[in-house]
């Protein structure tokens, strides 16, 4: 390998002097020929290549305008020249048209011959020579080696200028000799400067396949071609050193460059196999993606809201994934540096990509690679975030990645950058349920988005990355948020979005961040009265707007909507107080013991003005999860004797049957055509039956038996014709006279109750009761809106008659003229915090075994309804008789303390007459003198044949004192 670091040196002085390329002098050879049919083509003899002395290489200054010549001195003294064989014919030619050479005394050249720099690549032996070379011209026209591998062929192309004497003038001599040790060779060819290589050699194989049969042509031509590809794999390349001269780091080094050669080889073999297969599944893909829906660049889960009467938000809706979510319109933000935060960390080019980055993606990959496969920064633009929220599609496939790029440029194509924005920051999650800015700032910060300080927007930028890891309700997610923030600070200020003097204003503003989840949240616990609403919204949907169940409630929970109910939380708040209140539901608990619980109890009230519920209750004690029952609304329990003043009592003065001074006789009837030998109806007091009295006496005591008799004369179907004109439908009822004593098929609930009886107050019109005014969805369009309705059932007259006429249950009895009070005499008409009286009045029930309590009671300004007793049915005990009622006080009681004293509207056609109350004719002045207890004031419609004619002027014998009291 010495040699090769001397030829080296040598090709790097011929760089930097001008070539001198002498040539070789011939080979002598045998004039044998190896073959026949190939005469004049020396044997080359081989002999072994033994080692020699190098010789030294003199450079030998040329005459003035002559190449400089490189000589090579030989080791020791070459031997005895021998004569020089005949020169080759056509060598003799050219020969002779140039003068004569000098004797070459150089052994080689720093730029080899082929034949020698061949030997010396594939380490083949000398061929074998005669001992010594004549001086002189060359007398040989070639010579050629052929056999095996290591044969090497020499061809010398001066036998191309004898075939070529008219471009003889164009051809350079080169002479060159070649010392090793006592064997030299020299060979002989001509450069043709004006032919290319490929020329020259085709002139060479020509002159020597001269004279040779077809078959000696293809032999030589093959082995010609073996040994051109031998010469090929033996003498490409870069000079090489041993082994053993390469330091550790080289070794590892070299081996590291192959290892990326072979890589880099296969990576691009996998994209020329990928380009053509992936191109065609890229365009699969493309040519597979739907475009984007348009509904759902404005649909979304949206936090839907709900506000009482005052137009105070009193709950909110989040749907059942439970995300709060409020749009905000991007103009409101816009000014604020929120939309350049979200810029900064998410996609600093988001102005001017086409909806995807090809250097973000690039740098992505890069970062996964440089990472171990876990990036440190995305590659998804804004857009194909937003893409993929709108969509929610979230599968890891190649196939979904590029129909979103697809949709991402096909959205950036078809919307504004602003557009896009605004979709985005409603649509981002910010952790805790929390979904767009606007909800988030508002969680975490208690203001609008628009009012954010700039650390603050940097803040939320940095939550959406990892939700769950930026979570600032978190200890952890706190520390984690604040030094996100600093780096979205920074990235703003690389970009230029804000200035050195804003970013460092906002590293030392102290960032206040709410910890704890505000009051109304999608987790909180709804009352019964926002459940209602809820649910009261579905139907309409439904019914009046042609909604699925499935859409109505999507819309209503989790669609943006905006409900304004007739809420009132100053009523509300005395029902809960109520509703809290043990006592008043467990007078004497211990006549429960052992039973798994309390009774229960439901309410509503209703405005009279407006037909509107305000509150309710639906259950004893606080409310402590969604979705229970709610006995305002849900319960189905038959009412008693309180359902006799609408479809018995009002009915029939309304058909001009009876008055209040209408006399009927309270006695034992037979009424239950299934049994026609068993008493029935029956009372519920003592003594059983107790004679004659005036329908406002029979309705003060809930009497049953003058119920029935008067069910019969309005007849069931008109019983149940005005039944269904107060909102209570039970017109495919099958119960028979059993409903003028409160025995129906279907139950009520305590809301049908209250709206019904509040047609009374409110003279004979029916306002079918509503729990909201209007519904609005995210486009602030009204969906449903609630106006107040009416419907004349009764006339006025009726509608104050039977105000008057149920002002008795809260009175007590007259003594001798009738023993017994009201069924709610105890509490009496309310009394405001003048001392001044307010007109009140009302009607209790009682199921069989005293299983469902009733009071159903109202006053000029409100109505209401009260069920009380166990869920399942249990009797009510000793005091807790009086449950209904003293619920229904505990609230009506501080709810008209600070309103004023009024009166029922009394219509103009109403006249007045004294009546004796013991025969229900006109009472004379006589009597009213003498007997004043006996006396009262009843109404009758003017004009009415209803109205007595007859005077009671003759006293009777008081009636003994009857010690029963009365029971509902």
């Known amino acids: 390998m ?11 002085r011929q760089d930097q002097e001008p070539a001198v390329r002498p040539a070789p002098p011939p080979v002598e050879t045998d004039s044998s020929s190896p073959d026949p049919g190939l005469p004049n083509r020396p044997e080359i003899q081989r002999v072994s290549a033994e080692p020699v002395a190098r010789p030294e290489i003199r450079r030998v200054n040329p005459e003035p305008g002559a190449e400089p010549e490189i000589r090579r001195v030989p080791a020791s003294p070459p031997p005895a020249e021998t004569p020089a064989p005949e020169p080759h014919p056509t060598v003799k030619a050219a020969t002779k048209a140039e003068p004569e050479q000098p004797a070459a005394t150089q052994t080689g050249t720093a730029d080899e011959t082929a034949s020698e720099a061949t030997r010396r690549a594939v380490k083949l032996p000398l061929p074998k020579v005669p001992p010594t070379v004549p001086a002189g011209p060359p007398a040989a026209p070639h010579s050629a080696v052929h056999g095996s591998d290591n044969e090497i062929e020499q061809i010398s192309a001066e036998a191309a200028e004898a075939r070529m ?116 599944m890229l365009l699969g893909y493309i040519s597979t993606t739907e475009p984007l829906n348009p509904a759902l660049l404005t649909s979304g889960s949206q936090t839907s809201r709900v506000y009482d009467k005052n137009g105070e938000l009193i709950s909110i809706s989040t749907g059942a994934r439970n995300i709060d979510r409020e749009i905000v319109e991007f103009s409101t933000i816009k000014d604020g540096y929120l939309d350049e935060a979200f810029k900064a960390i998410e996609d600093e080019r988001f102005d001017t990509n086409i909806g995807i980055d090809p250097r973000r993606i690039a740098s992505a990959v890069v970062s996964a690679i440089m990472h171990g496969g876990t990036p440190q920064h995305g590659g998804s633009t804004i857009t194909q975030q937003t893409v993929k929220l709108l969509t929610g599609e979230d599968e890891i496939s190649a196939q979904r990645k590029v129909q979103e790029w697809y949709k991402a440029i096909l959205l950036k194509r078809d919307l504004t950058n602003d557009e896009i924005m605004e979709i985005y920051l409603n649509s981002v999650p910010m952790a805790n349920s929390y979904v767009g800015v606007q909800s988030a700032s508002r969680a975490y910060f208690e203001k609008d988005a628009a009012d954010l300080t700039l650390g603050e927007a940097a803040f939320l930028a940095g939550i959406p990355k990892a939700p769950s890891v930026y979570n600032p309700r978190t200890e952890l997610g706190m520390r984690n948020a604040l030094r996100r923030q600093r780096i979205v600070l920074a990235k703003m200020l690389d970009l230029n979005f804000i200035t050195q003097a804003q970013y460092d204003e906002a590293l030392n503003s102290e960032l206040v961040v709410q910890r704890e989840p505000p009051p109304l949240s999608g987790t909180s616990i709804n009352s019964y009265f926002v459940e209602y609403v809820y649910k009261q919204t579905v139907e309409d949907l439904i019914e009046r707007r042609g909604y699925t169940r499935e859409a109505a409630r999507s819309l209503i929970h989790s669609g943006g909507v905006r409900i304004y109910t007739t809420f009132d939380p100053r009523v509300q708040a005395l029902v809960d107080a109520t509703f809290n209140k043990e006592e008043l539901f467990a007078a004497e608990p211990g006549r429960y013991a052992g039973l798994p619980d309390l009774p229960q109890a439901g309410m509503a009230i209703i405005d009279n003005q407006t037909g509107a519920i305000v509150a309710m209750g639906g259950g004893r004690g606080t409310k402590d999860a969604n979705l229970v029952l709610n006995r305002a609304v849900d319960i189905e329990r038959q009412p008693g004797s309180a359902i006799k003043p609408l479809n018995v009592y009002a009915p029939a003065i309304e058909m001009g049957m009876v008055t209040g001074a209408t006399m009927i006789l309270d006695e034992m009837v037979f009424m239950d055509p299934q049994r026609p030998d068993v008493p029935y109806p029956k009372n519920a007091y003592y003594p059983e039956y107790r004679g004659w009295m005036t329908i406002r006496n029979a309705i003060k005591i809930s009497n049953n038996v003058p119920s029935a008799k008067v069910m019969e004369m309005v007849g069931l179907d008109n019983s149940r014709y005005y039944l269904n004109k107060v909102g209570i439908n039970r017109l495919e009822d099958g119960a028979q006279l059993a409903m003028a004593v409160g025995g129906f098929e279907q139950g009520m609930n305590p809301l049908e109750m209250a709206s019904a009886f509040a047609t009374f107050p409110n003279g004979g019109l029916y306002i079918p009761y509503y ?13 449903l809106e609630n106006r107040p309705s009416y419907e004349l059932v009764y006339s006025p007259e009726t509608a104050y008659m039977m105000s008057r006429i149920l002002e008795e249950v809260m009175l007590p009895g007259y003594g001798e003229a009738f023993w017994y009070g009201g069924s709610a005499e105890g509490h009496g008409m309310m009394v405001n915090s003048a001392g001044e009286t307010i007109r009140t009045a009302g009607k209790t029930g009682t199921t069989d075994n005293d299983y469902d309590k009733w009071f159903c009671c109202f006053t000029p300004y409100y109505t209401a309804a009260v069920w009380y007793g166990f869920d399942v049915l249990r009797t009510i005990q000793g005091p807790d008789n009086e449950g209904a009622k003293r619920i229904l006080f505990d609230v009506f009681d501080p709810l008209h303390a600070d309103l004023a004293a009024v009166d029922w509207t009394v219509p103009s056609n109403i006249v007045e007459r004294q009546i004796d109350m013991r025969t229900g004719l006109l009472a004379s002045p006589e009597l009213q003198a003498s007997w004043p207890q006996r006396v009262y004031t009843e109404y009758f419609v003017r004009g009415s044949p209803l109205i007595p004619t007859q005077y009671e002027s003759v006293p009777t014998e008081p009636p003994a004192q009857d010690a029963a009291d009365v029971q509902n």
């Open 2 to 12: 010495k040699h090769d670091h001397e030829a080296h040196e040598a090709e790097e």
């Open 165 to 280: 004497p008219q471009q003889a003038p164009k051809l350079r001599r080169i002479g060159a000799s070649t010392r090793r040790g006592d064997v030299t060779e020299e060979v002989s060819y001509v450069e043709a400067s004006h032919l290319s290589s490929r020329e020259r050699e085709r002139l060479i194989l020509d002159q020597a396949l001269r004279g040779l049969s077809p078959a000696q042509q293809r032999r030589y031509r093959k082995d010609m071609r073996r040994l051109r590809r031998t010469l090929r794999r033996h003498t490409t390349g870069k000079p090489t050193r041993p082994a053993s001269m390469q330091s550790v780091p080289e070794v590892i080094g070299r081996g590291f460059s192959r290892f990326i050669k072979v890589i880099v080889v296969i990576v691009m073999l996998a994209i020329v196999l990928v380009s053509g297969v992936g191109g065609g």
């Open 771 to 783: 729990c909201y005014t209007k519904v609005l969805d995210s486009n602030n369009t009204v969906i």
